[in-house]
Nanobody
Framework: QVQLLESGGGLVQAGGSLRLSCAASGGTFSRYTMGWFRQAPGKEREFVAT???????VYADSVKGRFTISRDNVKKMVYLQMNSLKPEDTAVYYC?????????????????WGQGTQVTVSS
């Protein structure tokens, strides 16, 4: 059983920055792919970024160059540094774990999810 807990969300003005954190417990964290997804009101949950156990990263086109995903396998943490935030980045952000360690942007392939943290970007 893997548990994920996000933190770091909040209200920020456009152009500002936030750093989201996700703490994992249980399982073999270093072997998992860890991803970030987001869901805006009335929209489907969408892929943001992912970081595999082997060090590969993938980003959604909408966040490339602005967001950076990182992880600390010793602390069992994954982070999402968000810079140059835009109002369209407003959403609930979720951390997710793929126990098979795949390079994937498909939410259906992630096994465990956190409860989410709200990010609101004002214009």
């Amino acid at each position: 059983q893997v548990q994920l807990l996000e933190s770091g969300g909040g209200l920020v003005q456009a152009g500002g920055s936030l750093r989201l954190s996700c703490a994992a417990s249980g399982g073999t964290f270093s072997r998992y792919t860890m991803g970030w997804f987001r869901q805006a009101p009335g929209k489907e949950r969408e892929f943001v970024a992912t970081f595999t156990w082997s060090g590969s990263t993938v980003y959604a086109d909408s966040v490339k160059g602005r967001f950076t995903i990182s992880r600390d396998n010793v602390k069992k943490m994954v982070y999402l540094q968000m810079n140059s935030l835009k109002p369209e980045d407003t959403a609930v952000y979720y951390c997710a774990a793929d126990l098979l360690g795949r390079i994937t942007t498909q939410r259906a392939l992630y096994d465990y999810w956190g409860q989410g943290t709200q990010v609101t970007v004002s214009s």
